[in-house]
């Protein structure tokens, strides 16, 4: 099966924009996650998508929105960006379920989308 | 809330070493444990992981035992390689699960021929 997908693998932006990231899930996968690395913070958790409802919100502005589509891809959106929004944005995919009672499921990542922003 | 607790690096150490990277967290009950790995410039990959008290994940020589006792879930491999460098994350999600990884600091690791 083919990994999950993002893109673009690289973006430059300036203060103000605002940006879409895509992410392709593995096939099969309905469950997607969003995360955010940095040097300073290191990797947190943005929100989860299953069934083109977000599932699972971490503790971002509402800046940073995002949403599911039929197919199961995912885009996240951030407005107005600022320079602490520069970072690798990872995507992630797992087989979990609607009921989420599976301790074994595992997320698989994508190579992340890297946005600086200037 | 939940937390990972990840030995400070860099870690520097010559090949066929034997390595160890501590992990501690905090949750509530069972949580599900995982060692992730990142190399230059690329995303995350799954490296091993536990479910449950006691349970040993193992993959490409490294393992890690699911300590509920003393929270741990340290990982070790017994003869590191030049290619094993990388930063290496140790991550858990809740018991009974949502998809939210909550994840340690990282830590890297040189490994010198």
């Known amino acids: 099966k083919a990994g999950v997908t993002q893109t673009p693998r690289y973006l430059i932006k300036t203060r103000g924009q605002q940006v879409t990231l895509s992410c392709s899930p593995i096939?099969?996968?309905?469950?997607v996650s969003w995360y955010q690395q940095t040097p300073g913070q290191g990797l947190q958790f943005l929100f989860e998508?299953?069934?083109?409802?977000?599932?699972n919100k971490g503790n971002f502005p509402g800046r940073f929105s995002g949403r599911q589509f039929s197919n199961s891809r995912s885009e996240m959106n951030v407005s107005t960006l600022e320079l602490g929004d520069s970072a690798l944005y990872l995507c992630?995919?797992?087989?979990?379920?609607?009921?989420?009672?599976?301790?074994?499921?595992?997320?698989?990542f994508g190579p992340g989308t890297r946005l600086t922003v200037l | 809330g939940d937390s990972v607790t990840q030995m400070e690096g860099p870690v520097t150490l010559s090949e066929e070493a034997f390595l160890t990277i501590n992990c501690t967290y905090t949750?509530?009950?069972?949580?599900?444990l995982f060692w992730y790995v990142q190399y230059p410039g690329e995303g995350l990959q799954l490296l091993l992981k536990?479910?449950?008290?006691?349970d040993k994940g193992s993959n490409k020589g490294f393992e890690a035992t699911y300590r509920k006792e003393t929270t741990s879930f340290h990982l070790e491999k017994g003869s590191v390689q030049v290619s094993d460098s990388a930063v290496y994350f140790c991550?858990?999600?809740?018991?009974?699960?949502?998809?939210?990884?909550?994840f340690g600091t990282g830590t890297r690791l040189t490994i010198i021929p």
């Open positions: 536990a479910t449950k008290a006691d």
């Open positions: 998508y299953f069934s083109e409802t977000q599932r």
């Open positions: 096939s099969g996968h309905r469950s």
């Open positions: 991550a858990l999600t809740p018991e009974g699960g949502n998809e939210k990884l909550t």
């Open positions: 992630a995919s797992s087989p979990r379920g609607a009921t989420g009672l599976s301790p074994t499921d595992t997320q698989y």
């Open positions: 949750a509530t009950g069972y949580p599900s």
